[in-house]
């Protein structure tokens, strides 16, 4: 059985008002959150994924990122209905978005640099991140 054993929460609320509630991130909108989660198997492996808190407070899992993988930061776009990320699942950080029920899963990048932490532009239409 897999716990999970942190979770930390940086809202971005309506027009980009962040409230720091910890190092990791997360998005605020149309009460839906993205959070990191943070799960260790039972030989106490660590995988980090990309999960989604609902506002009954019902918390999925939306990338089940192989063991000592991990998906980080998501964000959603501007009408919510997908997320950016970045993760590491072959070696490299890369960036990816996915469906906000966590299916739809497309590649962005896929290079050897340290590509992370992405966002999209306000209107949606756009992705930005850093990349080295």
């Given amino acids: 059985m897999n716990k999970l054993i942190g979770l930390g929460v940086m809202l971005v609320i309506g027009l ?3 409230v720091a509630l910890g190092e990791d991130m997360a998005t605020f909108d149309t009460g839906l959150i993205t959070i990191d989660c ?3 198997d039972e030989s106490g492996v660590e995988t980090g994924d ?3 808190l609902e506002p009954d407070g019902t918390v999925t899992n939306l990338t089940n990122v192989p063991a000592g993988s991990y998906a980080y930061r998501g964000y959603f776009n501007n009408d ?3 997320i950016v990320f970045y993760g590491n699942f072959e070696d490299t950080e890369d960036i990816y978005t996915m469906a906000v029920d966590g299916t739809d899963l497309q590649r962005i990048t896929n290079d050897d640099a340290r590509d992370y932490n992405a966002s999209y ?3 949606g239409t756009q ?3 850093v990349s080295h």
Avoid: E, Q, Y
């Fill in 16 to 18: 980009g008002v962040m």
């Fill in 38 to 40: 943070t799960v260790t």
């Fill in 50 to 52: 990309v999960c989604l």
């Fill in 80 to 82: 919510c209905s997908r």
């Fill in 121 to 123: 532009s306000p209107d």
């Fill in 127 to 129: 992705i930005t991140w």
